[in-house]
């Protein structure tokens, strides 16, 4: 048994760092604890072949919140960000090249060359989408209503919802709901007439979500990445990380070090303990108990209180909803080390290096509706979207000179195979991916001296993420806000007294923001406070 805490944060993600950091600067003892022998959860630079290191996992930066950039002074800390310039670039089979730079009249320009009703139809949504983030963004940091408040409580939570809605109009609300209810598939639909600008819109929406282009509630994809993030607070930023994604987290430890927090890594715990219905502490697989406070959890909710928490602990009706949360796949990782920069079809060779490290290949919305369905009854759907980063061009310390480092996020991948297992077909999945790519890119096949494919399984195992799910849970309109991860238990605390979720699977939701662990610190301050 060790010496108390105040608070122990299971899981050394960007999440748990960031909560940890706001606990100890407030002046309670607290300890990180992370299972892998690196802190940062998905958020990481690995080393994929010797001396080539690459962001095995997450690979741009763009949500991450301003406010948190700087409480945790993460530039002083070693974090440098490059905008990427497009934001996003769809490489289209023919040749096309179709590029959404951070100027939206530029990207109408470009838009313009294809169709002039989409570039004006360009502009117009655009400007409701960034009207519409403004109103939303303050929900980002901070706890969603409290739909069971009572008294007073409830007047409370009435007056806070009515002060932020209160600027909203009438076409903001009906845009919201379309939003919120509408598929992507027909809002593109219903606005542009060509394709190319439709699946540029697909591309923009959020990777790893689990659902068809056109299934309601697919469109408020475009809103959440708008919710601003990079330490400018641009709505929809898109950014490199100099030294890969793990350089944000390394800069959140010295950051939770220096606010006299430790972390102990290599530390998987293996239950957290409760007595009289009250988090008392963890007990770690090697034995070690820890006594604390309170208990903080960064890993998903399934994990937590499925996995870590005994069940006699939690009510058989909540560990029914935790077990009916929507998490499975949909999603893969590729990453390269190349002997050479890739070249896509389409994209100029004396572009920017920046320009030319983007290249996304989208399918049509149709084709990414068959692939879904594929997907979902346990297929490798035969056409695969895939996400390209060649991280290498605007960042020269990932790998020796002439050595190209380029990430290749794969969407639309089942968790269960309907045949075989994952590591039966992982180098199948490496191959369908590389062919994919050579039909964009007439050198990458030819250039790789490395490959590392991550499945969804490989996703759950190393980097514990359950079922293969980047964000603890999918980001669907069923599963956000309120209703994240469940609807009585969307505010941090839990059914165990003391114990918090404080990573994706709670408000706002996945990607790499720290807005979960920023709020869910709030809520734990308030009660240590309290008991104080
Ligand atoms: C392939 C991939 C690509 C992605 N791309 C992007 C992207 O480009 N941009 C973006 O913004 N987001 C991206 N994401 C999503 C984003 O990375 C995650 O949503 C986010 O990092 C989750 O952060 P977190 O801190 O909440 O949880 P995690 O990063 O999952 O951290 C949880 C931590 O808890 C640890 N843990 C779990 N159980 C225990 C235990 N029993 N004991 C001790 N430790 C434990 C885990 O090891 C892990 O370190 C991507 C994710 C993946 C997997």
Same mark, same amino acid.
């Given at each position: 048994m060790t010496a108390g805490y105040d608070a122990v944060v299971v899981g050394g993600g960007h999440n748990g760092l960031t909560a940890a950091f706001y606990l100890s600067r407030a002046g309670f003892r607290t300890l990180v604890l992370e299972r892998r022998e690196v802190v940062g959860g998905a958020c990481v630079t690995e080393e994929i072949a010797p001396g080539v290191r690459a962001s095995t996992t997450s690979y741009i930066a763009s949500m991450l919140r301003p406010e948190i950039i700087r409480d945790l002074d993460l530039a002083r800390h070693g974090l440098r960000m490059v905008p990427c310039e497009p934001a996003l670039q769809a490489v289209f089979e023919d040749g096309w090249v179709l590029p959404w730079w951070t100027d939206d009249a530029h990207t109408a320009e470009e838009i313009r060359r294809i169709s002039a009703h989409d570039a004006e139809a360009f502009i117009r949504l655009t400007a409701r989408l960034h009207e519409l983030a403004r109103y939303l963004q303050p929900f980002f940091l901070e706890a969603p209503p409290n739909l069971y408040a009572r008294g007073w409580g409830k007047f409370r939570e009435g007056r806070r919802l009515f002060k932020r809605f209160r600027q909203l109009s009438g076409d903001h609300l009906s845009d919201l709901m379309r939003f919120a209810t509408g598929s992507l598939g027909d809002l593109v639909d219903r606005h542009f007439e060509s394709d190319e600008v439709k699946r540029l819109y697909l591309a923009n929406n959020v990777y790893g979500m689990h659902a068809p282009p056109y299934r309601p509630g697919t469109a408020i994809g475009l809103l959440f990445h708008m919710l601003s993030g990079g330490d400018e607070q641009i709505q929809g930023f898109n950014g490199h990380v100099i030294g890969g994604m793990g350089s944000i987290t390394r800069a959140m430890a010295a950051a939770v070090r220096e606010a006299g927090g430790e972390i102990r890594t290599s530390a998987p715990v293996a239950r957290i303990d409760v007595r009289g219905g009250r988090a008392s502490g963890v007990t770690l697989e090697d034995g070690t108990e820890i006594a604390a406070r309170v208990v903080l959890s960064n890993a998903d909710p399934k994990r937590t209180f499925l996995g870590l928490v005994d069940k006699g602990e939690l009510p058989e009706e909540f560990r029914a909803d935790v077990e009916a949360i929507a998490m499975a796949g949909p999603c893969a990782k590729v990453n390269f080390a190349l002997d050479q920069e890739p070249r896509w079809n389409g994209v100029p060779e004396e572009a920017d290096p920046n320009r030319r490290s983007l290249a996304t290949l989208v399918p049509t919305l149709e084709q990414a509706q068959r692939s879904y369905d594929q997907h979902r009854w346990g297929e490798i759907p035969d056409e695969l979207w895939v996400d390209c980063v060649t991280a290498s061009n605007v960042d020269d310390?990932?790998?020796? %000179?002439?050595t190209h480092v380029m990430t290749a996020f794969v969407q639309y991948?089942?968790? %269960?195979?309907?045949?075989?297992t994952w590591d039966e077909r992982r180098d199948e999945l490496g191959r369908r991916a590389v062919e994919r790519i050579a039909r964009s890119s007439d050198n990458v096949a030819g250039s790789i001296r490395a490959m590392q494919v991550l499945t969804p399984l490989d996703l759950e195992r190393t980097y514990g993420l359950t079922e293969g799910n980047i964000f603890h849970g999918d980001l669907n309109i069923g599963q956000l806000f309120f209703m994240r991860p469940l609807p009585a238990w969307s505010r941090y605390r839990t059914p165990v007294d003391g114990l918090y979720l404080c990573g994706a699977g709670a408000h706002p939701g996945g990607g790499v923001t720290g807005a979960p662990g920023y709020v869910s610190s709030r809520a734990v301050l308030r009660d240590l406070k309290k008991r104080r």
């Amino acid at each position: 048994m060790t010496a108390g805490y105040d608070a122990v944060v299971v899981g050394g993600g960007h999440n748990g760092l960031t909560a940890a950091f706001y606990l100890s600067r407030a002046g309670f003892r607290t300890l990180v604890l992370e299972r892998r022998e690196v802190v940062g959860g998905a958020c990481v630079t690995e080393e994929i072949a010797p001396g080539v290191r690459a962001s095995t996992t997450s690979y741009i930066a763009s949500m991450l919140r301003p406010e948190i950039i700087r409480d945790l002074d993460l530039a002083r800390h070693g974090l440098r960000m490059v905008p990427c310039e497009p934001a996003l670039q769809a490489v289209f089979e023919d040749g096309w090249v179709l590029p959404w730079w951070t100027d939206d009249a530029h990207t109408a320009e470009e838009i313009r060359r294809i169709s002039a009703h989409d570039a004006e139809a360009f502009i117009r949504l655009t400007a409701r989408l960034h009207e519409l983030a403004r109103y939303l963004q303050p929900f980002f940091l901070e706890a969603p209503p409290n739909l069971y408040a009572r008294g007073w409580g409830k007047f409370r939570e009435g007056r806070r919802l009515f002060k932020r809605f209160r600027q909203l109009s009438g076409d903001h609300l009906s845009d919201l709901m379309r939003f919120a209810t509408g598929s992507l598939g027909d809002l593109v639909d219903r606005h542009f007439e060509s394709d190319e600008v439709k699946r540029l819109y697909l591309a923009n929406n959020v990777y790893g979500m689990h659902a068809p282009p056109y299934r309601p509630g697919t469109a408020i994809g475009l809103l959440f990445h708008m919710l601003s993030g990079g330490d400018e607070q641009i709505q929809g930023f898109n950014g490199h990380v100099i030294g890969g994604m793990g350089s944000i987290t390394r800069a959140m430890a010295a950051a939770v070090r220096e606010a006299g927090g430790e972390i102990r890594t290599s530390a998987p715990v293996a239950r957290i303990d409760v007595r009289g219905g009250r988090a008392s502490g963890v007990t770690l697989e090697d034995g070690t108990e820890i006594a604390a406070r309170v208990v903080l959890s960064n890993a998903d909710p399934k994990r937590t209180f499925l996995g870590l928490v005994d069940k006699g602990e939690l009510p058989e009706e909540f560990r029914a909803d935790v077990e009916a949360i929507a998490m499975a796949g949909p999603c893969a990782k590729v990453n390269f080390a190349l002997d050479q920069e890739p070249r896509w079809n389409g994209v100029p060779e004396e572009a920017d290096p920046n320009r030319r490290s983007l290249a996304t290949l989208v399918p049509t919305l149709e084709q990414a509706q068959r692939s879904y369905d594929q997907h979902r009854w346990g297929e490798i759907p035969d056409e695969l979207w895939v996400d390209c980063v060649t991280a290498s061009n605007v960042d020269d310390t990932l790998a020796p %000179e002439g050595t190209h480092v380029m990430t290749a996020f794969v969407q639309y991948v089942p968790f %269960e195979l309907a045949n075989g297992t994952w590591d039966e077909r992982r180098d199948e999945l490496g191959r369908r991916a590389v062919e994919r790519i050579a039909r964009s890119s007439d050198n990458v096949a030819g250039s790789i001296r490395a490959m590392q494919v991550l499945t969804p399984l490989d996703l759950e195992r190393t980097y514990g993420l359950t079922e293969g799910n980047i964000f603890h849970g999918d980001l669907n309109i069923g599963q956000l806000f309120f209703m994240r991860p469940l609807p009585a238990w969307s505010r941090y605390r839990t059914p165990v007294d003391g114990l918090y979720l404080c990573g994706a699977g709670a408000h706002p939701g996945g990607g790499v923001t720290g807005a979960p662990g920023y709020v869910s610190s709030r809520a734990v301050l308030r009660d240590l406070k309290k008991r104080r």
